[in-house]
């Protein structure tokens, strides 16, 4: 059984060898490395530590916080190149004839195929907007990754449909009371073409009234926006929202891509999580000019996301911090646009923020969500800052070891039942397939 107290031993952290005391999950102490009688002697850590610990010697390895992956459809790892080379429009209306078939144990399945990938490529927590969500709750916290599972509104102004999504998100956040562990429930609203107006009020106030964040796609696509204000008057998805009382600092933004001036203004003022999803955005030509700079100097509070993999074809928060930095760069035509720091604390400090999440940083007190990056390789090589050589050189199998709420999920590599895993989510691809 693993141990709760872990001393990690010889670990770079900001650039200088520390050593890391780790105990019920959290970060109680972090000192230069060579500490670690010291360590034993403070009384308190003492006691903790006499129940016995861990000592893992991590020289050669670099300390980051865990990724937070701010919009997923997890299961969707299923669903990689099922349909590829189309516009947004034709992909949605094929997705979601093949999610037809889904059921149940697909969603368990690829829930917990995407938790291997978001594990080996630096994820500890996930946002996620999907079907079955129990299920996908259950494979999550068996694989120890941190989960945040919504129950998705999208009744396309179907009057049963939409009466049949009320009784089950009112039961399904009752059953949330009875959770012990750290995953966390909110509500989805799809969209705003997909969701009735009667609806998107019904959620907003149900999330409202139970604190509860909620998720949404908001300004996707063109189509999305001339649409919606065809629809409304001349609103835009933001505006209309807005107009209908939904925005505020517990609204996570999916995409947020195509906003005017006052889009923006809204956003920062409504202090909204906006959530970056730049491989799928750009794969299904949605769009490539996030406004990061303008969103963050309105107050928004900016986070990155992989959307699922039917259209960004993987879950790896490091490729999408490099490609959000360098498209920001090319169409600003300015290299210093979006810097390494504010690039990390998008993918890190942000996402927590919007969460409402004790993590996002390797300090004292935090829970002990912890990447081990392994820097005995080329990309590691130059003079160049750690930060520039693991965002814009590595690649995410750099990452040796992945933490959770202090426990290893990812050892060397390893992820405890990967072939047993991939074996039955092979069994699931018949149901998309036929």
């Known amino acids: 059984m693993a141990k709760e107290n872990i001393v990690l031993k010889n670990i770079t952290l900001d650039g200088k060898a520390s050593d890391i005391v780790v105990s019920g999950g959290i970060i109680r102490k972090i000192l230069p490395a060579g500490n670690l009688q010291n360590i034993l002697q403070d009384n308190d850590l003492a006691k903790v530590l006499s129940e016995g610990m861990e000592v893992v010697d991590c020289y050669g390895k670099t300390a980051m916080p865990g990724f937070i992956n701010m919009h997923t459809h ?25 999610e037809a078939n889904v059921d149940s144990d697909f969603v368990y399945w690829g829930t917990k195929v995407a938790a291997i990938e978001m594990l080996k490529t630096g994820t500890t927590t996930f946002n996620d907007q999907y079907w079955s969500p129990t299920h996908a709750k259950v494979a999550a916290k068996e694989m120890g990754i941190r989960p945040v599972i919504s129950y998705v509104v999208l009744d396309k102004s179907d009057p049963s449909e939409a009466s049949r999504q009320r009784d089950q998100c009112e039961r399904m956040y009752e059953a949330s009371l009875k959770w012990n562990d750290d995953a966390i429930f909110s509500v989805s609203l799809h969209a705003v073409y997909s969701v009735s107006e009667e609806m998107i009020l019904w959620a907003s106030e149900f999330a409202r009234g139970h604190d509860l964040l909620l998720h949404i796609h908001l300004s996707e696509t063109e189509k999305e926006v001339l649409d919606c204000k065809a629809a409304h008057g001349g609103l835009s998805p933001v505006e209309y929202l807005d107009r209908l009382g939904v925005l505020d600092s517990r609204t996570i933004a999916a995409h947020s891509l195509w906003l005017s001036e006052n889009d923006v203004r809204i956003l920062g003022e409504r202090k909204v999580n906006c959530v970056h999803n730049i491989n799928s955005n750009t794969k299904l030509a949605s769009g490539y000019k996030f406004l990061y700079n303008e969103l963050r100097d309105a107050g928004a509070n900016v986070c990155i996301g992989t959307d699922g993999c039917a259209s960004s074809n993987n879950l790896d928060i490091l490729e999408a911090l490099k490609t959000s930095a360098i498209i920001q760069k090319a169409w600003r035509n300015d290299p210093k646009a979006w810097p390494l720091d504010e690039l990390l604390r998008c993918a890190t400090v942000n996402g927590a923020k919007a969460l409402r999440l004790n993590t996002g940083e390797i300090a004292e007190g935090k829970a002990a969500d912890i990447l081990f990056v392994d820097t005995d390789n080329s990309f590691f090589l130059s003079p ?6 693991f965002i814009y050189s590595a690649h995410s199998d750099c990452i040796e070891s992945v933490m959770v709420n202090g426990k290893f999920v990812m050892r060397g590599r390893k992820i405890e039942g990967e072939k047993d895993i991939l074996r039955e989510a092979r069994k699931m691809i018949g149901l998309i397939s036929e």
Do not use: T
């Not at 160049?384 to 050589?389: P, R, Y």
């Open 384 to 389: 160049g800052s750690f930060l520039a050589n």
């Open 74 to 98: 997890a299961a969707m790892s299923l669903m990689r190149g099922i349909e590829e080379d189309v516009v947004f429009q034709d992909w949605i209306d094929a997705i979601w004839k093949i």
